[in-house]
């Protein structure tokens, strides 16, 4: 099942997935490809990690100068804060600081700083990081930590997955620039849909298939029907269904798709084998287009496509109307047809249910 990994991690509330520093980076680098100065001059919220183990973390103390950044803030949760307890012990980074309180490493989250060469030996790096103890768990919703988001430019993390909704609705309140990893299915959460409709954010450049690994805290039970033990004992699992989702620009997103026309589709394209039409909704002012890539160029009306649609969707080509899915309400009424069983608005053809689509038409030339 394509989310199953995800889906016992919610339930278990055991999400604290490290993302891999090659995905970190390989996102970074679509940003700066199309605005090199995205980062100079501003400060960098790394919120939901652990600066001792995160990727995050190192990757942008190694690119501080590079990127030229004017601060970069990471902050972690307290121990016993995290819903998976187990026989946790402090690092020796920590252990051995003469700011180290066996009192507080449990009950207080940490925060990192780095804001130059603070060592004074010529470069920039690990080394210059300063820490210290937050005065609460390191909750992003606390005031201390909600401080900091108003401090920072930009926020870059890879939340917990059972938080996803609340995280985002923290930083969209805070009005800032981020890019955070996520389940592909929060795209139609009712909190989180509307600013992808009003291209207030779109999905990253980088992760649009497959699945992507993702390194576990050791004392993790390994339950993923993916997963390796490295030769130094680190544990790893492999996820499907995850995204970036930014409000920062890259150039893929503006790159419109080569498409055929409605009869060539019908002719030429193998997913549509068989068809001799478009499937029209049931319940919905609109047509079935089952694949991105079996898209008409030349229909004007309104179509239901897959949420993958997405990972290719150009705000020049085509213009976001809705969505079709269970319980909507009043949001898609201009297209969807009363009168049906459809679970408060899932799709229907001929009867039967299909997964839910997001509503699309051609913007005109």
């Known amino acids: 099942m394509a989310n199953r990994n995800l889906k016992e991690a919610k339930a278990a509330k055991n999400d604290e997935f490290y993302t891999q520093y090659h995905d970190i980076e390989a996102e970074i680098n679509a940003y700066l490809e199309y605005n090199p100065n995205v980062f100079r001059g501003k400060t960098v919220l790394l919120p939901c990690d652990d600066p001792e183990w995160s990727n995050f973390t190192r990757y942008f103390v190694a690119k501080f100068e590079e990127l030229g950044l004017k601060k970069l803030i990471s902050t972690s949760f307290a121990q016993e804060s995290k819903n998976y307890k187990s026989d946790w012990q402090p690092t020796l980074f920590e252990s051995e600081d003469p700011r180290f309180s066996a009192e507080k490493t449990a009950i207080c989250g940490k925060i990192f700083t780095l804001t130059g060469d603070t060592n004074q030996n010529g470069r920039i790096d690990i080394d210059d990081l300063e820490w210290d103890y937050l005065e609460g768990t390191g909750d992003f919703r606390s005031p201390e930590v909600t401080t900091l988001r108003d401090e920072a430019d930009i926020i870059i993390t890879n939340p917990p997955f059972s938080l996803f909704r ?60 993916g997963w390796r033990i490295d030769e130094f004992g680190n544990k790893y699992i492999r996820v499907k269904g995850v995204r970036w989702f930014t409000n920062l620009e890259h150039g893929r997103r503006h790159q419109p798709l080569a498409l055929m026309t409605m009869e060539d589709n019908l002719r030429y394209n193998k997913k549509m084998k068989d068809k001799e039409a478009y499937d029209h909704y049931d319940n919905y002012d609109a047509i079935e287009v089952s694949y991105t890539d079996a898209i008409p160029s030349d229909y004007e009306g309104v179509m239901g496509v897959p949420i993958s649609f997405l990972d290719k969707y150009c705000p020049e080509q085509f213009e976001i109307l809705g969505r079709a899915d269970a319980n909507i309400g009043n949001e898609s009424n201009i297209y969807h047809f009363l009168g049906f069983k459809d679970k408060g608005g899932a799709p229907l053809i001929k009867g039967h249910f299909i997964y839910k689509r997001i509503l699309i038409r051609h913007l005109k030339s």
């Open 166 to 225: 609340e995280f985002l609705a923290w930083i969209v309140q805070g009005n800032k620039q981020f890019a955070i990893i996520g389940n592909m299915n929060a795209i139609t959460y009712k909190e989180v849909f509307p600013l992808i409709k009003e291209n207030k954010m779109w999905l990253g450049a980088t992760i649009h298939s497959g699945d992507r690994e993702f390194k576990i805290p050791p004392e993790y039970p390994i339950t993923a029907a």
